[in-house]
Structure formats: C-alpha cells, structure tokens
C-alpha cells in the first residue's frame, strides 16, 4: 500500500530545492560556506570541512534535507536550564519530507590506493537515484534534471562518488549538488538534530505502522554544543534526541493504535537507552549493527487521534544524562 495520496505522488523535492541550493551558493561567504567544483563539474558546498559552518546554514541545510517541504526554526526557550536554544521542525508532507528525503539511507562508497571513502547520503537525490526499497514502499519517486545530496562526512569525496550519484540520478554531473556537513561543525550539528521528527517517522517505519496515517506533525530539540572530535560531535547530536527531543504527531487513527504508536516510540522503550550515546557505542565495538534499532527516537511522543479528538503521551526528557552528555568530551 502506497504511503502517500496521488496529490504528493506529484510533488518535485528537487524542483522545490533548487533555489535554496542556489541560496547556498549565492551567499556562500556570509554562512562560512566553501563553493568549488569538482573534476567532473558537480559543485561542492563545504559547510564544514575547510569552511566553517555556521547555525544558519545548517538551519538552511537541514530544510533542504527535508525536500523543501517542512520549516526548520530556532527558538529560545527556558525548558532546559543549560542548553536554551532549540530546533523546531514542522512539516505536513511527513513521509516524503522526512522519509523520502531527509533519512540518510543511501549508502555510498568507493575504494582505491589512496583508501576507502564510505558516506550515508541524505536530501532529495536519494528520490531520484537510490535503490532503497523504502521508495517502493511508500509509493514515491521524482523526476527532475538537478538534483543535491548531503553527506555527513569529514573529507572531500573522490570524484568518483560524484560520477556515480550523477549517473544514478540521470542528470549531469554539473547538475549535482554535494552539501558536505562534518558532525563537529556548527552547521553539522543544526542539520542533524533537526533529524528529530524524521527519527519517529522511521521508528514508526519500523514498527510496521501504517504511514500514510501519519498526516501531520512537529518535533523540537535542543541544540547541542559542538566537539572538535567525530565521536563527542556524534555522541552530543544523537544524546540530543534521544534525552531531549519531542515530537507531536497527527494520526488518522483510531486511539488504540494511537495509543499503542505514542507508547511504543520513545528512545526509553530500547534496551540500549540511559547512557551517552558514545558509550553505547563503544559497549557496541563501534558496530551500528550491533546496537538496538529501537533506540533512534525522540525522548518523549505526544500522538494526538484525528478520528478522536484524544492525545496519547508516553517517553520523558531526561536532563541529567542530556547534561553529562553536552559536557563530556568521550575520545
């Protein structure tokens, strides 16, 4: 069964992203971007690497992410004593936005002499060229001739990557757009916290829960800190989440299945939760298919029952671990 009506079936992400992508490059100096091309054409923006990064633009990134079909905001709030800024994300195309677009589930690599470049891609090319079965299932494919994917990613690809997402993708290697955001970056950071809603959307996924019933919704999470080193920076975006991140979700369902999705969501249901993400990690050999699948999600659910009226709640915001986490260098 398609996960989305035959109106979204038409929605373009990448038409709608094309004009923020040339944002980007446009005022590329006054967000720390980098612009360059690389050998074959595609243009490279470093929101981190060699350029530094900043909020904004991984505010601007992160709504690329979506396929231009969700807002990402900042906001000040006196929830959390210690860590006051948030980011809101908010979208009424969550399937395509979150799952079609922002998940990073394209898995790209490429291996010669100089060593093995490994990425997870994320953004709207993944509509356009990835083999995920996801896209089978939830009835969803673009078409357009530019296209922009998002790495999280330390180091330049080879050009190679380029080549490949470009022939996947069926557009021009100089119509592909690479947005390079390090985990230790500011930009980095913003862009992956605001994976928020998406990280319910794909634990619904994976409990089996119809998608298409999932009309509407929202997440907010504070803001981590950045670190200087990959695991602290990973540890601190994904501790956010998971100890402090909230998501309200619009279900065209009845309040058992409501009730059972708003209890089944949140990050506490996983037998890996409590610790820093770092540490679970590392008790995991640093194998992310060692670690429980379960524990992807938002620290508290709120599902609220179109056919009802009635709001299911379940999950809590754990300050002392999202404080020990936000303060602990972990390499």
């Not at 969501?265 to 540490?279: I, V």
Request: net charge negative.
């Amino acid at each position: 069964m398609n996960s989305i009506d035959t109106e979204e079936t038409n929605l373009s992400i990448n038409s709608l992203i094309a004009p923020r992508v040339n944002q980007l490059v446009n005022f590329a100096g006054g967000l720390g971007l980098n612009t360059s091309r690389t050998e074959n054409g595609s243009v490279l923006i470093d929101a981190g690497i060699n350029g530094s990064g900043t909020i904004e633009a991984g505010r601007q990134i992160a709504e690329i992410c979506l396929g231009g079909l969700a807002t990402a905001r900042l906001r000040a709030s006196r929830d959390y004593d210690n860590w006051p800024w948030h980011v809101d994300v908010h979208t009424s195309h969550p399937v395509i936005a979150c799952l079609a677009s922002q998940y990073a589930g394209w898995s790209l690599s490429h291996g010669n002499d100089q060593g093995t470049f490994n990425a997870l891609g994320s953004g709207p090319a993944r509509a356009l060229g990835s083999k995920e079965p996801l896209f089978d299932e939830i009835g969803y494919r673009d078409k357009a001739d530019k296209t922009c994917i998002v790495l999280e990613v330390d180091k330049v690809p080879p050009v190679e990557i380029a080549d490949k997402i470009a022939a996947r993708c069926r557009v021009t290697p100089e119509n592909l757009t690479l947005i390079l955001t390090p985990t230790s970056s500011l930009a980095g950071a913003v862009q992956i916290v605001a994976r928020v809603f998406e990280a319910a959307l794909h634990k619904a996924h994976t409990m089996h829960f119809p998608l298409e019933k999932i009309v509407d919704g929202m997440g907010t999470v504070p803001l981590c800190p950045p670190a200087p080193d990959f695991l602290t920076a990973m540890s601190r975006t994904n501790d956010a989440i998971l100890f402090g991140g909230q998501v309200h979700l619009f279900v065209n369902a009845g309040d058992e299945d409501a009730a059972e999705l708003a209890r089944c969501l949140p990050s506490n249901t996983s037998e890996d939760y409590g610790r820093p993400f770092a540490e679970v990690f590392k008790g995991a050999n640093y194998d992310f298919y060692k670690l429980d699948p379960m524990l992807f999600s938002p620290a508290r659910v709120t599902v609220s029952s179109l056919k009802t009226g009635h709001s299911f709640q379940a999950g809590e915001i754990n300050l002392p671990a999202l404080n020990r986490s936000f303060t602990t260098v972990f390499s």
